[in-house]
């Protein structure tokens, strides 16, 4: 039996964007249960894995000692239930972190910042996201530092800071109460933001009308007024059809266009080639039904956009979301409550660890490194030089691990902190191969993921209900997540790692307080980003728990809906920008004639490393599954529950089969969680060529029965 419950602490969830707050049931050192708390994301709601998730924590496999690569010990991923000791010694915070630092501060001597580069953490801290990348670019001396946003809304941010000069949403999810019409575009929030499809079901019960389009036909169908399964790929030529309906039917908000866009003339005559008629063929949807959505859409009062990683992973994922802010701007649909752009954010804190400047291209507050006014700004407030060209993302970081030796910029050493691409990361066999040809490699992390093993020193860290600290939700919402246990045996703070980390690279950073100074550094943080966050102190924090930014004064109350009377751009006006068709980097063919669409699924969180360790959840879903449709596994010759191979150019894996008949004609669909069948064993590295984002939603493969 559980014990009994002695103390609660109000915290925040550590798995997606939605950010719902939550009380810690503690018990005998233990979190015993879990209750949702009346947040502005979840008023209380809570998904499986916020309510029954969290025991990960106290799994037999946390890291409880530093530990350090034996010499020759091969470095590569082993099978399930390989005993670290054949690999690893345990070892002294003393020493770990001084073999930790010692080689990278070697690599930087003999070859420069370059040779160095770091990957932080979208489910950590702000407070944490900000001092590593004040680490990297101070201590490492480059801009080389990005996270997973590079793996799931790059491409939509290239998008919206290009069209409207901020990445982030126009409204909270909450926003569809005084929505009249929903369109939710490659997103599957019953699965990936289950509290945010609760309020977009509400809606619907209100008599909001609410549009799915996605290749997939997930569970939500059962909500929605129109369903657009449309063809994989085929999502601009959808959209611009969407676009050129409410043109050329005289639907568009002439005021809003006059007044607040540039370069409308461009996109209408773009749009003229991308009729519902000629486009119908191509996306597999009704012409007829193209136009009803569109004008639905356009004559709506209030008209919400949400949009996932069926939007932003793909080649033109960029292209998609300037499709999206076309249709917001020239409708009007946007700037008010109820109407607006919502590109729904993954991780707990992937909106905040990229606003504090855990991108390559940007320093906190999305100032760009290669704006002299801005990099002059921060070279005085941190006290030294900085790398005045962008570093590299993350696909590019272990691409340059290959590198030639002659390569000027070739990556040797790095520091990943909280990050699993030896999971995450597209075609994972060249991605391990990256990892493992690193001169030097350090881990930090609460498990020994598959990326640790690829590691010289693993650092054992903190699970989120371990530390204080604030995250940022989908919302814009900063919240503030309390500590309620001590981490198990030595593992210790990330931020403490951090500034040991920092002192070791021979910076000599100060952070006086309690928990590793966290709120001292939140402090500096708010410094760097006064333009959003300025009127969010730590005390405010610590006494409402959770306020909207932009937020720039003491008695400003925050704000949850932007862009009302100008957009943040020089001009103030939104830049429309056409998309032509960018079609995926590798169709199906002969050999190879399905597409693989890999995502993720209720129960389990991204690389699975914390809820396959989470009792409940990794009994719902203990296996990896791949799912196709009767008629797909007829042609393909297998049954439902069949052990078969998916295998790509590069890579294969053996799992069972799943029916679903929500997966289309010609697809198949696997989650990504599973490291004895690892979908990105499969997936293509290609890129968005403004996002850098991986292409994820789309390659070909074979199935074949065993
Ligand atoms: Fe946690 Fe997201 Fe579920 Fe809320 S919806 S409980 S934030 S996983």
């Known amino acids: 039996a559980a014990p009994p419950v002695e103390r609660t602490v109000d915290s925040v969830c550590p798995f997606c964007g ?15 249960g879990v209750q949702g708390r009346n947040g502005p994301a979840n008023q209380a709601r809570l998904c499986v894995k ?21 010499p020759g010990a091969p470095k590569q991923v082993p099978p399930a239930g390989a005993d670290w000791r054949a690999v690893f010694r345990e070892a002294t915070w003393d020493e770990a972190l001084a073999l930790a630092t010692g080689p990278l501060r070697a690599l930087r001597a003999a070859h420069g910042p370059k040779a160095l580069a770091g990957f932080g953490s979208a489910k950590g801290s702000n407070e944490e996201a900000y001092l590593f990348q004040k680490l990297v670019r ?53 699965a990936n933001h289950p509290v945010a499809a609760t309020w977009m079901k509400n809606a619907v019960q209100r008599g909001a009308r609410l549009v799915l389009a996605d290749p997939r036909a997930t569970d939500m169908r059962q909500h929605a007024w129109r369903t657009l399964q449309f063809k994989p790929d085929a999502d601009v030529a959808l959209l611009n059809a969407l676009l050129h309906t409410v043109i050329e039917e005289g639907l568009t908000d002439a005021a809003f266009i006059r007044d607040r866009t540039l370069q409308y003339e461009a996109l209408r005559q773009h749009v003229q080639a991308y009729s519902p008629e000629a486009m119908a063929p191509l996306c597999g949807i009704a012409a007829s039904t193209l136009r009803e959505v569109a004008r639905a859409y356009a004559t709506s009062p209030a008209a919400m956009i949400f949009w996932g990683m ?44 990229s606003d504090a400047g855990l991108i390559p291209m940007m320093f906190p507050d999305y100032q760009r490194v290669d704006n002299p006014q801005a990099r002059a700004w921060f070279e005085q407030f941190w006290g030294t030089a900085l790398d005045e060209r962008p570093g590299y993302t993350v696909v590019e970081i272990l691409n340059l691990a290959l590198a030639d030796d002659a390569h000027p910029h070739k990556v040797r050493g790095m520091y990943i902190m909280g990050e699993n691409p030896a999971m995450s990361d597209p075609d994972l066999h060249h991605t391990r191969h990256a990892l493992a040809h690193l001169e030097h490699l350090v881990v930090q992390d609460i498990f020994l993921t598959e990326t640790a093993w690829l590691a010289d020193v693993v650092l054992p860290a903190s699970a989120w209900p371990e530390k204080t600290g604030t995250a940022s939700n989908t919302d814009r919402t900063v919240q503030m997540g309390r500590r309620a246990l001590a981490p198990p045996g030595q593992a210790r703070p990330d931020l403490w790692i951090i500034q040991q980390m920092a002192a070791g690279m021979g910076l000599r950073w100060h952070y006086p307080g309690a928990e590793a100074g966290v709120a001292a550094v939140y402090e500096e943080m708010r410094q760097a980003m006064h333009r959003s966050i300025g009127g969010i102190t730590w005390q405010r924090l610590e006494r ?71 009792a409940v959840l990794d009994a719902l879903e203990p296996i990896a599954t791949a799912c196709m449709n009767a008629r797909e596994m007829a042609r393909c ?12 150019r590069r890579g294969a894996v053996q799992l069972h089969l799943r029916l679903d008949e929500g997966t289309p004609d010609g697809a198949v669909f696997m989650p990504f969680a599973y490291a004895e069948a ?22 070909a493969v074979a199935v074949q029965a065993l």
């Open 18 to 32: 939605v950010g719902c707050q939550i009380t810690y049931q503690v018990g005998g050192e233990r979190i015993v």
């Open 50 to 70: 916020g309510r029954f998730g969290l025991d990960y924590i106290h799994h037999p496999d946390r890291l409880m000692l530093p530990l350090i690569r034996k």
């Open 138 to 190: 101070t201590g490492f001396g480059s801009n080389n530092v990005d996270h997973c946003t590079r793996l799931c809304h790059a491409s939509s941010v290239a998008a919206l800071l290009e069209g409207l000069g901020s990445g982030a949403v126009s409204n909270p999810v909450r926003d569809v109460e005084h929505a009249e019409f929903i369109l939710v575009i490659g997103a599957n929030p019953t």
């Open 310 to 353: 069926g939007v932003s992973q793909h080649v033109h994922g960029t292209d998609n979301v300037r499709c999206l802010i076309a249709l917001a701007t020239i409708t009007g649909q946007i700037g008010k409550p109820g109407s607006g752009l919502h590109p729904l954010r993954g991780q707990n804190n992937v909106q905040g660890a």
């Open 544 to 614: 409402d728990s959770s306020v909207t930014y932009p937020c720039l004064s003491a008695d400003d109350p925050g704000q949850p809906v932007v862009f009302t009377e100008r957009f943040p751009t020089p001009t103030g006006r939104a830049t429309l920008v056409p998309a032509g068709i960018v079609w995926a980097n590798e169709r199906p063919d002969a050999d190879y004639p399905l597409v693989l669409i890999t995502g993720r699924q209720l129960e389990h969180w991204h690389t699975g490393s914390m809820t396959r360790r989470a």
């Open 637 to 648: 010759g297998v049954q439902p529950g069949a052990l078969v191979q998916v295998r790509s």
């Open 678 to 699: 690892a979908a990105n064993l499969l997936t293509n590295a290609v890129l968005d060529p403004f996002g850098k984002i991986p292409e994820f939603k789309y390659c």
